[in-house]
């Protein structure tokens, strides 16, 4: 019972409740997440089962897609409409410069994390602290925003696209576009299409997961299908004994095609995967090898 199903987060429903139902279902305690949607947000949430959950942080490390909508002139304490009203604003503002500023975010941007968060520091949740009345000092991080594609604008709310990296805050991407146009706002919906290569349109929802049980299987996606790396080694049976006994083996001799830097790689003894492994070139020792990172 091994693989990853993509499962439709409705609202009203945490990621770890999604992993619950998965686990009765399927009668299985070997369940993971890969990476938590917020209770409120709905969307795609691809969900490891049995050795699939040794990849888990590879698929959390995937490019994200959003739906959300900004309404500008409201702040909230949660940056999302979710939370409390703490501050009103007036707008006036035209399309064009509403769709400039949201455009503008594009490239690198730097993000500050919002106190209603599950960072921790100093062992604490954010959004424990947040509830308590406390705030704390938060390090700005770098995030990548690959694409914004807007939808539509009207007024005070515009709903767009945008696929970035991971631990990208959508809702703080929201209130920084409200300061850029010098009022503030909010994110007043969130929906996740896409994670990786998993999409809406695959998605499976909980009603189907609760009514298939153990019959989710047949909509398991295999662990090398769902890493979804296009390049791939074919090595022996004895190579394939070393590996699964820790040995490390030279992996290039297997190699016959062109590769860069960090490049992942599957490793199959004829159609079985067998392991995970990734180009390193270490200038140092002046040498180039293929390192396994799961098996």
Not at 73 to 100: A, M, Y
Request: charged fraction near 25%; include cysteine; aromatic fraction near 8%.
């Amino acid at each position: 019972m091994d693989g990853v199903l993509n499962i439709y987060k409705p609202q009203n429903m945490t990621s770890h409740d999604v992993v619950a139902i998965v686990r009765g279902a399927l009668q299985t305690k070997k369940v993971g997440h890969t990476g938590t949607l917020d209770p409120m947000a709905t969307g795609v949430l691809p969900i490891c089962v049995g050795r699939a959950t040794k990849i888990v942080d590879f698929i959390q490390n995937d490019k994200k897609t959003y739906k959300t909508e900004i309404t500008l002139g409201i702040e909230t304490d949660t940056e999302d409409c979710w939370g409390e009203t703490i501050k009103e604003c007036p707008v006036d503002v035209t399309d064009e410069q509403f769709r400039d500023a949201i455009m503008s975010f594009v490239g690198e941007i730097s993000q500050v994390p919002p106190m209603y968060s599950a960072l921790k520091v100093d062992g604490k949740k954010l959004y424990e602290l947040a509830r308590a009345g406390k705030t704390v000092e938060r390090k700005a991080r770098l995030r990548t925003i690959f694409d914004i594609t807007i939808e539509s604008i009207s007024g005070t709310k515009a709903t767009f696209y945008v696929t970035c990296s991971k631990g990208t805050y959508i809702r703080t991407l929201c209130s920084d576009i409200g300061r850029k146009l010098n009022t503030v706002a909010h994110m007043s919906a969130l929906e996740r299409t896409q994670s990786g290569q998993f999409t809406l349109e695959t998605a499976i929802s909980i009603d189907d997961v609760k009514s298939l049980g153990l019959e989710l299987q047949k909509q398991f996606l295999s662990i090398d299908e769902a890493l979804g790396f296009d390049k791939k080694i074919h090595i022996s049976t004895k190579a394939k004994e070393l590996i699964q006994n820790g040995v490390k083996i030279d992996l290039m001799r297997y190699v016959s095609f062109d590769y860069s830097n960090d490049d992942y790689v599957l490793v199959y003894e004829n159609k079985q995967f067998l392991a995970l492994a990734q180009f390193i070139n270490d200038t140092l020792k002046v040498t180039k090898i293929f390192e396994i990172k799961r098996v």
